[in-house]
């Protein structure tokens, strides 16, 4: 990678998140919706402490994944709508670490806000607090590859109109080992068993979606400006 | 099938041996959109300081055939060489001469015009060393660097995307219909821009329906028809 590349990656990163920080509602809705969802199962399921409880990692994991489902549409949308992303297609820069920087810019506004907010969740559904390191850990391991895999099912349907439906059918089965990984590592926390194993399996799951993602995103995007 | 209009040789080109070499060859190239067959055996050759215009009715495939130059459109059959070597073996070396701009802007209406500038700066391996408000100066901007762009009428957000044809030392302009949308002033601001990057051994090629004169400067004609 050439200190061009660099500038290249430097410089799309800020640009998404300055974007993103004038269209604030593109932060504020998945964290919307991830709070929304979570604090509405107190009212539907049951206020006690030990229901909430045992259902605790796997809402908070779920709303975490729904809530970045419902905001990957913005990662291409607007560069598509616009003509960006043909731009970006024909810079000299390798597109895989455009890609990159789209998909780190992406994360940074829509992933690490639901890390942010997940320990009053948490408190919320009463989740024991030393269960609260690996929730963190879960999310911070997990909701990265949530952008990641889902870069490459956006970068496949943005070409149409209505992808949306499609993307979840695409993306979803993806999520799936990650949301298992991530509920169990924070119920076996909960329940004061040994975590290590899970949260090695989602760093793997990590680094994988971080070598191969952006590589296959760069090449579905070349098929939806075709 | 396509036929060009053969141009009158350029009056320096005989000075200099060095500009018969053909920088970008076209040979037997052919595209497909859907079910239809826009051109085929189309094939064509430019020099260096040499600059053609694309000719032909609505739907005869201009942009497909801008498009397929660029690589954001597949070509069913046929070759394009940069410099000597085709551009499917040496696509990084093509791409840092490449500058295109499609008819849709490319530019992100939630920044300024100079965020866009500086933007576009930092994404080209041999950026200018015109400063940003020089560049804005020049397309007649200067007045509105740092409104948002979503603000300015159509013609000065046309104007903020050809900025960037001033902030890159690419050799090979390809513009989709650079005068759309541009007053009097803007078309003889983009007429100055080929004028001058002729004058820098640069070559373009364009898209326009309307007849474009650029003084003494021969304007190489392609005229696609069905």
Known sequence: MTSTTVDAFRALLYRDLRLAFRHRSQIANPVIFFVIVVSLFPLGVSPQSDTLQLIAPGVIWVAALLATLLSLESLFRADFDDGSLELLITSPHPTTVLMLAKIVAHWLTTGLPLLIVAPLLALLLSLPTSALPTLLVTLALGTPVLSLVGSIGVALTVGLRRGGALLSLLILPLYIPVLIFAAHAVDSAAAGLPVAGQLYLLASLLMLALSLCPLTAAACLRISVN | ?226
Not at chain 2, 4 to 28: C, F, Q, R, T
Not at chain 2, 67 to 87: D, F, K, M, N, S
Not at chain 2, 117 to 139: C, K, N, W, Y
């Open chain 2, 1 to 226: 099938m396509a036929k060009p209009i053969p141009s009158k040789p350029s009056s320096n080109a005989a000075a200099n041996a060095d500009l018969d070499i053909a920088e970008l060859s076209v040979i037997g190239l052919e595209c497909w959109r859907g079910e239809r067959r826009l051109f085929r055996d189309l094939s064509f050759q430019l020099r260096r300081t040499e600059i053609m215009q694309i000719r032909g009715e609505n739907g005869a495939g201009k942009t497909t055939l801008l498009r397929t130059l660029c690589g954001l459109c597949l070509a069913e059959h046929g070759q394009i060489i940069w410099r000597g070597t085709p551009v499917s073996e040496n696509r990084s070396a093509f791409l840092s001469q490449l500058h295109y701009i499609g008819h849709l802007d490319g530019v992100k209406l939630d920044l300024t015009a100079s965020e866009n500038v500086d933007f576009s700066r930092a994404m080209q391996i041999s950026p200018s060393d015109e400063s940003t408000s020089e560049i804005l100066g020049r397309v007649g901007l200067s007045g509105v660097g740092n409104a948002i762009v979503r603000t300015l009428s159509a013609g000065q957000k046309r104007r903020v995307a050809l900025s960037r044809l001033l902030t890159t030392r690419a050799a090979f302009w390809v513009l989709d219909e650079p005068f759309t949308s541009l007053d009097r002033d803007g078309e003889a601001i983009v007429r100055e821009l080929l004028l001058e990057h002729l004058r820098r051994d640069g070559l373009v090629v364009f898209s326009s329906h309307q007849t474009v004169a650029l003084g003494e400067t021969p304007i190489v004609e392609f005229e696609l028809s069905q």
